[in-house]
């Protein structure tokens, strides 16, 4: 029964951030450093930073968010630089637009040197506390009530619940209320947003069994090794704290056998059973959801990965699973080096409340409450890596409303950040959003080597990136610049040398003289290449230097031509659409587009034109009336 809680006298602060997962971490941190009083509740103070599912950081797409946060002034980039296990770039054969940097993380070290960063903000405070209700008048909120009874009162508050709101984990029949890893759930906010108007849909998302790591077999599976090659998140980190002592993961795969146990005990699989009714992600599967949607496919990869140095747990990734547990013993059992293994965790599936995306701006201010602002995986989408990218934004939009200053944004063409929200205040999700390259229409300007060149300056004007730092990103950015512009003036005469050369490198023979940057953008060339060439010993720039020099000569083509789409988009971006319009007064739109543009209220012509169902004609006459000046609003 629900116990009667006198409540306390209020606390003020400037921006309170709710819950202290990834976006949460960063909203706080970022609005903190901004100079304004934050207070960071969390329902377990031994749950920062956590992970409670797979314990890595990066990958495609996810890797550039976390150096596009790292570049506004976040902390997710030192934070996995600091405590990392392994480190790999990945997708090193093609292109720079695909290229991202992935690392392994000691689990409870990243959560404790994320604690030990907030703890030591000056002017944030960490709390443990369960927020059950937020504080709003005339539809704006002004703080949170939490389940003892204490009431925070703040200019802007950021919500980050994650899968605890409302979470039940579900592991074959058992079923039972609880956040991620048996942490407790948040059930009353959930109930007090719905109170409020907000529109709430479930999701589920799932994490595979941890295995004993003495009982494996490793003469059965296949060694992943990390880079040798120094590599980093953070622009900060130096390449002399590389680690050289890294942890191999390990590589193996499913059989016939495991299928055949899968498809035998469907009948007790939540997924096919009925119990579990949310959403699960498209783009991480359980392993008996592979099965029956992949019948044709003998097997399935799997890597078993440490959670870290002090511990002999492993996580078995791509081998999600809410199975009962003897079920998962017997699917592990029958994997090759598994065969003895040791469960210390199963798997299990977990249900949760997120708000529609769509009732939030492009500065993650919703639209049914004013100075409220969400963030992470409560927005629909999945990872610690989109969580991060949103807390941020949320952090420095929560610090600057609390000053009255006006919202901060990044477009489709400035990060995968701008992608991600754009696609979510836009079209919403009906599964768990994850960044993928391929949702980037500008992916090959938005790489994983410039993020500092595109977002340092905002995160210096937001007061995120100190001084010294953004004084060594000038040096940096104007390096660049400089030796491009030298190669642009050296021209390579076609001596025996140069042709010898050519035939070396399969490349047609120099008829006349080249420059030096037009010969760079033939395949196989690289900037080290050319300056032995030319013997020039000051054409030996700053490893950096030389990257950001070849990637935009060598397909300046391609981004000049991406540049070319961008000046379009922000053409575009430039039409605002006034706040609250009544598109029904509009005559000649599609009915599907009106009740589109209805929905989502997009704040640009730009945004109108990237939603599902309102056509290029609809665009047309909305741009008229808007010109015209014949709008209606709604009342």
Request: proline content about 5%.
């Amino acid at each position: 029964m629900d116990l009667k809680v006198k409540q306390y006298d209020s606390h003020e602060y400037d921006v309170i951030v709710v819950g202290a997962g990834h976006a949460g971490c960063e909203a706080a941190l970022a609005a903190a450093r901004m100079g304004q009083k934050t207070l960071l509740l969390t329902i377990n103070l031994d749950m920062v930073a956590f992970m409670p599912c797979n314990p890595s950081v990066g990958g495609p797409a996810k890797g550039i968010v976390v150096r596009e946060v790292d570049a506004l002034g976040g902390q997710m980039g030192k934070n996995i630089d600091a405590t990392y296990i392994q480190m790999r770039m990945l997708n090193t054969s093609k292109g720079p637009a695909v290229r991202a940097l992935r690392a392994q993380a000691d689990k409870n070290d990243y959560h404790l040197t994320m604690k030990d960063a907030i703890e030591n903000e000056p002017m944030l405070t960490l709390r443990q506390g369960l927020v059950n209700e937020l504080i709003v008048e005339d539809g704006v909120c002004q703080g949170v009530i939490t389940a003892t009874g204490a009431r925070y009162l703040a200019k802007s508050v950021v919500l980050t619940a994650g899968t605890s709101s409302r979470g039940k984990i579900i592991i074959g029949e058992l079923t039972y209320s609880s956040g991620p890893n048996n942490s407790l759930p948040s059930i009353k906010l959930s109930e007090n947003l719905e109170t409020l108007g907000f529109k709430l849909r479930r999701f589920k998302t799932g994490t595979p069994p941890r295995v004993d790591g003495n009982t494996i077999d490793y003469d059965k599976t296949q060694e992943q090794p990390g880079d040798q090659t120094p590599n980093h998140f953070s622009y900060e980190t130096p390449d002399t704290a590389y680690l050289k002592d890294q942890l191999s993961c390990w590589m193996t795969y499913t059989n016939e056998t495991t299928h055949q146990i899968i498809r035998d005990n469907l009948d007790r699989a939540p997924m096919f059973s009925g119990i579990i009714e949310g959403v699960g992600p498209r783009y991480c599967p359980s392993i008996e959801d592979k099965v029956v949607r992949f019948a044709d496919k003998p097997r399935h990869q799997l890597f078993l990965e440490p959670e870290g140095r002090k511990t002999e747990e492993y996580y078995v990734g791509d081998f999600s699973t809410s199975m009962p547990e003897e079920i998962q013993l017997k699917m592990l059992h029958s994997v090759e080096g598994l065969e003895h293994a040791e469960l210390m965790r199963p798997g299990y599936a977990i249900e949760y409340d997120i708000i529609e995306p769509w009732q939030l701006t492009h500065s993650l201010e919703t639209k049914v409450v004013k100075n409220l602002f969400t963030a992470g995986q409560m927005n629909g989408t999945s990872g610690y890596e989109e969580a991060a990218g949103q807390g941020i934004i949320a952090g420095i939009n929560a610090a600057l409303r609390a000053d009255d200053q006006p919202a901060f944004t990044l477009g489709r063409n400035e990060a995968y950040i701008g992608v991600m929200i754009d696609d979510l205040v836009t079209k919403g999700t009906n599964e768990p959003y994850r960044l993928l390259t391929s949702r980037a229409e500008y992916r090959l300007i938005l790489r994983h080597d410039n993020a500092d060149l595109r977002l340092t300056e905002k995160g210096h004007q937001l007061g995120l990136i100190s001084e010294d730092r953004y004084q060594k990103f000038l040096v940096k950015k104007q390096a660049v610049e400089a030796e491009t512009k030298r190669l642009t003036e050296i021209r390579i005469k076609p001596t025996p040398k140069v042709q010898d050369f050519m035939v070396a490198h399969h490349s047609a023979p120099l008829k006349d003289g080249i420059l030096a940057s037009d010969l760079i953008k033939r395949p196989g060339i690289s900037y080290d290449e050319i300056a032995e060439l030319v013997g020039d010993e000051s054409l030996e720039a700053d490893r950096y230097v030389k990257e950001q020099v070849e990637i935009q000569l060598k397909y300046a083509g391609y981004i000049d031509k991406e540049k070319n789409k961008v000046a379009h988009l922000k053409r575009l971006e430039a039409k605002k659409i006034p706040d609250r319009i009544d598109y029904s007064a509009i005559n000649g739109l599609a009915t599907e587009a009106r009740q589109k543009l209805t929905k989502i209220q997009p704040e640009t012509i730009a945004q109108a034109s990237r939603i599902s169902g309102v056509n290029p004609a609809d665009i047309a006459i909305l741009s008229v009336y808007i010109e015209q000046g014949r709008i209606a609003k709604i009342s």
